[in-house]
């Protein structure tokens, strides 16, 4: 199935990048160039060949590990790409090591006593920063930690050689911008997980065979509201790249978002082609990561599984 | 506004630009300024330059680095930090000797030959010879090779290069050019060896005073000092950082963050919130640089030179200046010889007023006493979309009705020497008829508004050849005013190069083609 | 008749209300041209004269952010609406279709929805070239898979049921199966479904223009107005609290409203 989603992927990409209009050689050489030199850059390149040709030739590379060569950026497409997706894998995990724990907590203190003040506060509170776009929040966070108080610095690359804390406080900002954006969805989901599971039989008969309602929640009811929360992270893995283009270009972070939007721009076909497909790769493996979550997670699945 | 003035040193105090300045109304503070408190960098006499630090330097993104093809301000900037030219222009245009220690001309300024500064060596420990010269300039004009720098050259072919000796070189070129040296110092033409294979962000290799240890696109480029450098004990610093980043906002942010002691050049706009900033000085450049509101004089309405005349004479250039640039540039009269150039010391045209009544007037005679409606096009760079807005509130007035058609830049470059009415940046070059040849000639590829006139082109042939400057600027002052008259182009203003400075940064100048010079740069 | 609504919907579509018609009397309501330069007031302050202040051409903030509520309101609907169309005919289809075109259209519908929504919107904005038309089409071509897939589930559900074999005995058309029996029985959850999508098709032009794929300057978008003014941020905050804060407006306006709807479901 991995297989062939990323199939149709790389079919899909190759497509739309190569109805990109606009001349490569053009921009690559800048406006005053020669005529003869862009026409000279644009058959090198191989742009004329007509588009299934470069869509096997292109694929074929990829399945040998040969991604081609950046048309703008003077190195190879895979190491880049790799490099910066790393990087970006770290400021997403950062982000959900933000994000996570404390909407979890609130959505259990929320879900025990719905609609009390705390509920209402934190829904409030969620729901306005959630609605704020990430460049938003980004751009008044820069100005009041970075500006006005010279707490953090303004961009996110570390230093060479800074260590593991001072790397984590220049990205605790655009960490933080992607994780508010997403705290209001993670929080409803758990939250009305929650709630529903406090409302079923079984723990109404937990509570009233006796035990303590701090044990039934921690044995029964976090692990059932858990669920629908790691589905929803596996699909807001895709809302997190969205988010990584917009973040990392505001903090000067080089990592695959701000490249992708690089090659968009600069209509740099084998690095977006390629940037594109290590997306979806990664976007893919996380949902699959969720799937086989949910289903260790969820009694009934695993039982299902056993079966098949 | 007078804070701002204030804030902006000259780092030049020159005849010619006190003259510009004090036109502006603002060179008296400026210039006062620096000489009475702050040291203006390079010129302070009571300070020596200390050696070693590093200097962090904030860029927009480069694109490609390799010299052949780089045209990015960014690319640019690292790649003369590596490699040298033969000659170069200084801030009043006056060309001083780098790898070439003296050159002459024979033939009229058709034959040229340069003398190699003898014993410089490249990073890899190989002398630079005439051998290395000669093979940089034929790939610069080899058809095969996606040169830029090959349409600037298109009287330089290859077997035109000839080594006379190992160090000498001789250029015969295909017609006679008097300012021949000045074209040997644009972007692309740093002296490589003569091997080079194009793979320079692999293995750069060149004669300048910083080698490249590590690049990374996109991200940064590292440099060390070169202690081989010929010219000793320059540079002074032991190593260079520059961090590329994505646009001026989040640069402006790292030097008031104090994580960028220098940067290559900001616009007026997102220059202000380093005003506010004690630790950082402005530095500027008055350059030749400038905005072309071309009209197609091939095709109604422009074909008639009353209209484009009309339309020249409804901008107010002083509101634009003010409005668009805080009053960092100097107003234009629709021609590109700018004040910065020796050769416009001749000029004696008339600065062109607004002059609403006489617009509508040429407008009426023309048949168009009704207005019309037209579109321009403009690329997203810089304040050229607030230009288009301030170009439509004011040609509203004589009736034309202009639609905006703001694009992104690589989407204009595309077109803009097909639409009708466009607005172009063009970039300052150290001689003018680089610009009055490529955008105006009848048959030059870039002529957006495809003007023709005949005895400008014979004029501007006449400019290419001639080597006396008092020629020179009165062939300058018949051009400027044919386009004055003519008006392919409106050309509105010069804009000011803007470089923010640490104020602990010395030895560094702004200057009128961004050239990132850093030979002599030191911290205090 | 809103006696018994849930409040989160009221306050919701009050918001909403207040939007609309401010963008839709801007040109009266404006006090000044939203795109004319005047030189004399130029960063000012919020004032009595100009309540939001002037950015750093001195066009006034409050006539440019009604104006912003144009664009908006030209692109969230239209966007939305091109996206339940699609994406609730290709749900449905796919839903009655069941066996392997269930299974091949689903397929191809996750290959889309891999690609980021703001990366896919990136692609195809430029390779269209950014206009109000292409930003509608791009932002209502990305929702469809997703709104698909709400469509299918809730259609799966229906074309189970009884009345659906009945009319398929009757020897109905598929297109009336579809259209008159199975869409009209899903509409609550597709309209929750597109309440949730307008408002995040508000955020995403926002995103788009911040981007500088959206609308060009200098027209008033209230991305482009973020990402203009952002080196205004220290000497003049409220060019760029104006039009974040009309962003936020709008989007929590929609959230309300979705939440509410879905609160009367339940209840």
């Known amino acids: 199935m991995l297989l062939v989603t990323l199939a149709v992927a790389s079919l899909l990409i190759f497509l739309i990048t190569a109805v990109l209009p606009g001349n490569v050689g053009r921009i690559i050489l800048g406006p005053f160039a020669s005529e003869a030199a862009v026409e000279s850059l644009n058959r090198e390149l191989g742009m004329e060949q007509p588009v299934p040709v470069r869509y096997l030739s292109w694929m074929g590379g990829v399945l040998r590990g040969d991604w081609g060569q950046s048309h703008t950026l003077d190195t190879a497409v895979l190491p880049l790409a790799l490099e910066r997706l790393g990087r970006s894998l770290l400021l997403a995990a950062y982000a959900l090591l933000l994000l996570v724990p404390p909407a979890l907590l609130a959505a259990v203190i929320a879900g025990r006593r719905p609609d009390s003040m705390f509920d209402r506060t934190v829904s409030v509170i969620g729901l306005s920063l959630g609605a704020m776009p990430e460049f938003v929040t980004g751009v008044l966070l820069i100005m009041v930690f970075g500006v006005l108080l010279g707490w953090l610095p303004v961009q996110a690359l570390p230093p060479e050689g800074a260590g593991l804390l001072e790397s984590l406080r220049y990205l605790l900002m655009p960490a933080l911008s992607l994780a508010l954006l997403l705290f209001a969805y993670l929080f409803r989901m758990a939250r009305a997980g929650m709630i529903q599971e406090l409302g079923t039989a079984y723990t109404r008969t937990a509570v009233l065979k006796g035990l303590p309602r701090g044990a039934v929640i921690r044995r029964h009811v976090l692990r059932n509201a858990l669920l629908p929360t790691v589905t929803v992270i596996g699909a807001q893995v895709g809302w997190l790249v969205g988010g990584l283009v917009v973040v990392e270009t505001l903090f000067r972070y080089p990592g695959i978002g701000s490249l992708v939007h690089a090659a968009a721009v600069d209509k740099d076909i084998p690095l977006l082609a390629g940037c594109a497909l290590l997306i979806t790769l990664v976007y893919t493996l996380a949902n699959l990561f969720a799937d086989l979550l949910y289903a260790a997670l969820n009694p009934r699945v695993r039982h299902a599984w056993g079966r098949d | 506004m007078a804070r701002v003035t204030r804030r902006f040193h000259h780092s030049c105090v020159d005849r010619r630009r006190r003259r510009l300045l004090q036109a502006l109304g603002i060179g008296g503070a400026a210039v006062g300024m620096g000489a009475a408190g702050w040291p203006l960098p390079g010129l302070a006499g009571d300070e020596s330059p200390s050696p070693g630090g590093t200097l962090r330097v904030a860029l927009p993104q480069a694109s490609t680095i390799d010299p052949l093809r780089v045209s990015s301000g960014a690319g640019i900037a690292i790649v003369q930090q590596v490699g040298e030219y033969l000659v170069q222009a200084d801030e009043s245009l006056q060309l001083r000797p780098m790898l070439a220690t003296d050159w002459s001309s024979e033939e009229g300024g058709r034959t040229w030959l340069f003398r190699l500064r003898e014993g410089v060596r490249f990073h890899d420990g190989r002398e630079m010879t005439a051998e290395d010269v000669v093979a940089t300039f034929r790939r610069l004009v080899d058809p095969d090779l996606e040169s830029v720098a090959r349409s600037q050259l298109d009287f330089l072919s290859a077997d035109g290069v000839h080594a006379e000796d190992r160090y000498r070189v001789r250029f015969r070129l295909d017609r006679p050019v008097g300012a021949f040296p000045y074209y040997t110092h644009i972007y692309n033409a740093v002296i490589l060896p003569a091997d080079y294979d194009g793979g320079f962000a692999d293995n750069p290799v060149g004669t300048g005073p910083f080698r490249l240890t590590r690049f990374r696109p996109r991200e940064s480029a590292v440099f060390e000092r070169n202690p081989e450098y010929w010219d000793a004990p320059k540079p002074h610093l032991e190593r260079l950082e520059f961090g590329l980043y994505d646009g001026d906002q989040p640069q402006v942010l790292a030097m008031r963050g104090g994580e960028a002691d220098l940067m290559l050049f900001v616009g007026h706009t997102e220059s202000r919130p380093l005003l506010d900033d004690e630790d950082v000085r402005i530095l500027a450049a008055p350059s030749p640089q400038h905005r072309q509101l071309a009209m197609r004089s091939d095709r109604p309405p422009f074909e008639d030179r009353r209209v484009r005349r009309a339309v020249a004479l409804a901008l107010n250039r002083q509101s634009m200046v003010q409005a668009l640039l805080g009053g960092n540039a100097e107003r234009g009269n629709d021609h590109p010889v700018a004040s910065v150039y020796p050769e416009a010391d001749a000029l004696d045209l008339a600065q062109r007023e607004q002059d609403l009544e006489l617009a509508r007037q040429l407008l009426a005679e023309a048949d168009l006493g009704n207005g019309f409606s037209v579109d321009l096009h403009i690329g997203r760079i810089a304040e050229l979309p607030q230009y288009g807005v301030l170009a439509q509130q004011m040609l509203r007035e004589i009736g034309i009705d202009v639609n905006l058609q703001v694009e992104p830049l690589n989407t204009y470059y595309e077109h803009w020497t097909e639409v009708g009415f466009g607005l172009t940046d063009w970039v300052g070059r150290p001689v003018p008829e680089q610009i009055l040849s490529v955008a105006f000639r009848g048959d030059a590829e870039w002529n957006a508004a495809h003007w023709r006139h005949e005895t400008f082109d014979t004029l501007v042939r006449k400019l290419e050849a001639e080597p006396d400057a008092e020629a020179r600027a009165r062939l300058c002052a018949r051009l400027s005013a044919i386009l004055n008259e003519e008006v392919p182009a409106a050309i509105s203003y010069f804009t000011h190069a803007l470089r923010p400075i640490r104020r602990n940064v010395r030895g560094v100048r702004a200057d009128m083609s961004n050239y990132l010079d850093l030979t002599d740069a030191w911290l205090a | ?267």
Not at chain 3, 115 to 123: H, K, S
Not at chain 3, 162 to 167: I, M, T
């Open chain 3, 1 to 267: 008749m809103l006696r018994g609504q849930p409040a989160t919907l009221l306050l919701g579509l009050t918001m909403i209300g207040v939007w609309l018609v401010t963008a839709a009397l801007a040109p009266w309501l404006a006090p000044a041209d939203p795109a004319a330069i005047a030189l004399d007031a130029m960063e000012q302050r919020p004032s009595m004269e100009h309540l939001l202040g002037t950015d750093n051409y001195g066009r006034d903030m409050l006539s440019r952010v009604l104006h912003g509520g144009r664009h908006v309101l030209a692109i969230a609907p239209a966007a939305t609406l091109l996206g339940l169309l699609l994406g609730s005919v290709v749900g449905i289809a796919a839903a009655y279709a069941g066996g392997w075109m269930d299974e091949l259209i689903m397929r191809l519908l996750d290959a889309i929805m891999a690609f980021p929504v703001v990366v896919l919107a990136l692609l195809a904005l430029t390779a269209l070239g950014p206009s109000t038309l292409n930003v509608i089409l791009v932002i209502g071509l990305v929702f469809a898979p997703l709104i698909a897939r709400t469509a299918r589930a809730a259609a799966l559900v229906e074309a189970r049921r009884e009345y659906v074999q009945a009319a398929r005995l009757r020897g109905e058309s598929v297109g009336y199966i579809l259209l008159r029996e199975i869409l009209p029985n899903i509409r609550g959850p597709l309209a929750v479904e597109g309440t949730i999508r307008l408002g995040y098709a508000v955020f995403t032009s926002a995103t788009l223009g911040f981007l500088g794929l959206g609308i060009q300057p200098p027209a008033p978008d209230w991305g482009v107005m973020v990402s203009e003014n952002r080196s205004l941020l220290i000497h003049a905050p409220w060019t760029v609290l104006a039009p974040a804060a009309a962003i936020a407006f709008v989007v929590i306006a929609f959230s309300l409203v979705a939440d509410g709807l879905r609160e009367r479901d339940e209840a």
